[in-house]
Every structure is written in C-alpha cells, then in structure tokens.
C-alpha cells in the first residue's frame, strides 16, 4: 500500500509541472504557480525589508526607480507587482525575488559605476524572476523530499541497515 501511495505521487509530481518559458521557449518542470511564487518573494521581500536600512538618498533612489520602471515595463511581466527598494549596506549584491520584488544595496553601486552598470545588474536579477529560477528551485527541493520519502518507503522501517546506509551515503 505504501509503495502504490508512493507511486502515485511521483507520477501526480511529475505529469503536473511541465511548463515553457516564453521567453526563451524552452520548458521546464515548476509545480508552483507564478502566483504562488509571488506570494513567496512578497513575503521575504516584506521580512529583508524589516530587518535592512532603507536609503534615504533621493538622488540614487531616483536612479534605481528610473531603471527599475524600464526594465519593469521590457519585461513584459503585467501580473508582477514591481517594487524597487535601495538598501543601505556596504554588501556589493542585489536581488529579485518572484512577482517583482527588487532590492539593491548601496554597496553594488560603486560595481556598476553608472546608470547603464545598474542597468545590467537590474536587468540579471530580474531574468532570475521572469525565468521563475525560484519556482525551479522550490520544484527541485520538493522533488529531493518526495524522492528520499519513496527511497525510505521501498526501503523499509526505519531501522533497516540498508536504508540507513543509503540514507548516509547521499547524506541525510
């Protein structure tokens, strides 16, 4: 029975989450939404901003929501809920979380040096979105779990030494 209820998820996991970026044309296997992500990266992006000093510099503000509203607009993402926040700190990083949701840290700047620089560092971070890298990523961890819960199924108890070394062997 267990082997079946196994079984069954795999092939539910695995026929569900075939989908093809428009971008680039190419498919990819995501069992997330967009939505759902969205809701992710809102939800972190909420948690970063609580913890980080927001810059109150209006000169380089202006220039993150000046690249921001271009590179939001070529996109072509309208269900993205944009945001662009600068974060004080001396860390040379920048992210996009899922559903648009972009923050730069002072630090990068002097990295990208002008405006074409910040360009193409907003530009990385948001492929990163629109490709739904966390969407794969969310796919591969759930994938990881369901296929080491099958593993430890098949294998029997939990007292079976020949789980218990496969289960070391792969280090869980």
């Not at 990295?111 to 990385?124: D, S």
């Not at 369901?146 to 294998?155: D, M, Q, Y």
Request: charged share 20%.
């Amino acid at each position: 029975m267990r082997n079946t209820f196994v079984l069954l998820w795999l092939s539910l996991f695995t026929l569900t989450g075939c989908v093809t970026n428009p971008e680039t044309g190419k498919s990819a296997f995501i069992v997330t939404s967009e939505a759902e992500e969205g809701q992710l990266g809102d939800q972190a992006y909420r948690e970063v901003l609580q913890k980080e000093r927001l810059s109150r510099d209006p000169r380089l503000n202006a220039l993150i929501q000046r690249v921001g509203a271009r590179i939001s607009a070529a996109a072509n993402k309208p269900g993205f809920q944009w945001e662009f926040r600068l974060i004080e700190s001396n860390q040379k990083n920048a992210f996009c979380l899922p559903g648009g949701k972009v923050a730069f840290y002072t630090g990068i700047l002097s990295v990208a040096e002008n405006e074409a620089g910040v360009a193409a560092i907003m530009g990385h971070e948001v492929a990163h979105a629109t490709l739904r890298h966390g969407g794969q990523r969310i796919t591969m961890a759930l994938g990881t779990q369901l296929g080491l819960a099958g593993l430890s199924a098949l294998l029997g108890g939990k007292d079976s030494q020949s789980k218990q070394l496969l289960m070391a062997a792969l280090g869980v």
